[in-house]
């Protein structure tokens, strides 16, 4: 099986994908978690999983992960300081081959959480990884909006009914407005 270290060796940066809705319950947590778990088992190699929540994220509870390692050790550090070996260790490690970033367990360790580290994050992460799955926040904060900017696949979740609906449709109208042509965006 190949390591972290073999996946960065491809030239490509990582495909990332954001799993997003505006309305909570929406399952963004419960698919995200099974898109990188499918993804590391159909390709046989590491793919990252990073909860963009603030805190109390779900990423790791679904991979039944404890907290011993999060977010929260990146946010300690200045940016100038937070590289590949950095970030590697705050991930979870998972037999699936799934390496999850989790949500800070407490509010006031993501205080320290600013768009500029989750930005230097996600791009140290592009050159490790050959797939991240961002679990996205019900938000469009501005460090969502790192996450975001950062895809190359939105997957915006909606479920059959009304609110949900209109959740889904803000958010095209907002991705629209942010000019987010580039991106392929899939309703689903």
Known sequence: SETVEQTALSKE??????????????GVSTISA???AGLAELWNMPVALVDMVSYVGQSALFLNQSLHNTWAELGKMKV??????AVLKAMLTHKSMVRTLAA???PEQSELL???ITGRVLDILRDCFVYIILDMPHDLSERSL????????????AQPEIASVRAASIAL????TLEFKDKKIVTA
Request: aromatic fraction near 4%; avoid cysteine.
């Open 114 to 116: 600013t768009p500029e």
């Open 34 to 36: 099974n898109l990188a």
């Open 173 to 176: 109208e907002t991705f629209e």
């Open 146 to 157: 790192v996450g975001l900017d950062r895809s190359n696949i939105i997957l915006i979740i």
């Open 104 to 106: 800070p367990p407490r």
């Open 13 to 26: 940066p990582a495909q990332t994908i954001a799993v997003f809705s505006l309305r909570g319950g929406s």
């Open 80 to 85: 100038e300081e937070i590289d590949e070996e």
